[in-house]
């Protein structure tokens, strides 16, 4: 398990804190992570960068603290751009300093650092690293804060927070006044099936149809569901999915039943349906007509 050690400003960081300190404007610019130990007389307030770096992390999110006056800042880490596995050891926070320009401002070390694999392998590894730096005037201290960066489980838990806590309930419409959208009401516990929210802001229960019979009406409500196959139904009266039969025309010795004309054909505009269920023409060569005389 990791045990980091306190940030320590490197003597670029002193020099950058003093002017933030006298009124000077600071920009944090980025983190980095490595693999790198101090050697034998090596001091972290002598280091301008990383021993062995081998990440660059943008910052993820910038907070003030007002009870003591410092900026806690977030970067997020994780293994997929790692070609090689290392052991997480130094943490450095960059900064812009108005005359020398980007700085390695504070650095901390890790006395039991975590083995961060390389990717491909099965573990993935991502961790939130944050840090608390305190200044005389923290409103002068800003920081680039990347937005493609990795959100971090503060920020997001931040920012859920406060979106929940700005919801309010749902108000329904009356004939009167329109409603006001928010978070719909909870149903109740009991009948949950058919259910749906109404525009006033209640749940509502919806029946199943109910077919008509010989003998009673029917109910209006949802139609059953059609089987697989159903295709080409129609709901009957009597809440049923009844199939569509072709008419069957009658011959001089069976009689036809109803159902659906055959099509005419393009041009047959003018013929008429017989008994036999075919569209036929008028033939006006063998059709008889009579004088009728009246007395």
Not at 44 to 67: H, K, R, W
Not at 191 to 219: I, Y
Not at 257 to 263: E, I, K, S, T, Y
Request: proline fraction near 5%; include cysteine.
């Amino acid at each position: 398990m990791s045990n980091w050690g306190k940030p320590v400003l490197t003597k670029q960081g002193l020099k950058l804190q003093a002017k933030v300190d006298a009124g000077s404007r600071m920009q944090l610019t980025q983190c980095k992570i490595g693999s790198g130990t101090l050697s034998s007389g090596q001091n972290l307030e002598d280091l301008t960068a990383l021993i062995a770096p081998v990440q660059t992390l943008p910052i993820a999110s910038i907070s003030y603290s007002e009870n003591n006056s410092a900026c806690v800042i977030a970067a997020v880490t994780d293994n997929s751009n790692v070609t090689n596995g290392y052991y997480l050891r130094e943490f450095g926070v960059y900064a812009r300093d108005p005359d020398d320009g980007e700085i390695l401002y504070a650095v901390a070390q890790d006395s039991n650092p975590d083995y961060i694999p390389p990717k491909g392998t099965s573990a993935i590894i991502s961790q939130e690293i944050g840090v608390a730096l305190s200044f005389s005037n923290a409103t002068n201290v800003t920081a680039y804060v990347n937005t493609s960066a990795i959100a971090t489980i503060t920020y997001v838990n931040s920012y859920v927070a406060s979106a929940v806590a700005d919801l309010k309930d749902m108000t329904g419409a009356s004939p009167a006044q329109g409603g006001v959208h928010g978070l719909v009401p909870a149903p109740g516990r009991g009948v949950t099936k058919n259910r749906f929210l109404q525009a006033d802001g209640t749940w509502a229960f919806v029946n199943e149809m109910t077919g008509a019979s010989a003998g009673a009406a029917g109910a209006s409500g949802l139609v059953p569901a059609p089987a697989a196959g159903n295709s080409t139904r129609y709901l009957r009266s009597d809440g049923s999915w009844a199939a569509i039969v072709a008419m069957s025309g009658a011959s001089t010795t069976v009689n036809g039943a109803a159902g659906l004309v055959p099509a005419p054909v393009a041009g047959s505009n003018i013929r008429y349906l017989c008994a036999d269920g075919t569209w036929k023409e008028v033939d006006l060569d063998s059709a008889k007509t009579k004088l009728v005389k009246y007395y």
